[in-house]
């Protein structure tokens, strides 16, 4: 399914570009939470992070600390928070993986809600993980 990214990507709708590689574009975000809220999309067109290959998992790596130290240098921000949500549940809204880089200004913008509980049965949760991540 096509998303407004996607138009972005073929240059049909302008965006406000802050970086582009061969594997990633970032951009100013069009309702911004703060000053300087940046996305950075891979190209792959994929809607959730577990879908995207290792390759454009590690060319979004590569870029991350790179951009966000433009985003602090642009708008004096010392504090931020990266983003990013998967799922309508999770606040999704446009289903091409996108990070948020979100200064934290005057402790305005972004609000988080931390629901903790306990840590219930890590060695089953581990035996899963662990075979899932086996080579
Ligand atoms: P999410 O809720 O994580 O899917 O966030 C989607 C983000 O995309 C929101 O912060 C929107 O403001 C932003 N957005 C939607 N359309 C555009 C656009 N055309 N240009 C820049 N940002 C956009």
């Known amino acids: 399914m096509a998303t407004i990214f996607d138009k972005i990507l073929d240059g049909a709708l302008p965006c406000h570009r802050v970086y582009e590689d061969e594997h990633v574009l970032a951009f100013l975000d069009i309702a911004p939470l703060a000053p300087g809220h940046t996305l950075v999309i891979p190209k792959e067109r994929r809607a959730h992070l577990h879908e995207l290959s290792d390759e454009a998992g590690a060319a979004l790596g590569r870029v991350l600390p790179r951009i966000t130290r433009a985003v602090l240098a642009a708008t004096g921000a010392q504090h931020y928070n990266l983003l990013q949500n998967n799922g ?12 948020h880089i979100i200064p934290r200004m005057h402790n305005k ?27």
């Open 88 to 99: 309508a549940p999770a606040h999704q809204a446009v289903f091409h993986v996108h990070f």
């Open 109 to 135: 913008g972004l609000g988080i809600e931390w629901r903790t509980s306990e840590l219930e049965d890590p060695e089953g949760l581990l035996s899963k993980m662990h075979a899932e991540l086996a080579p």
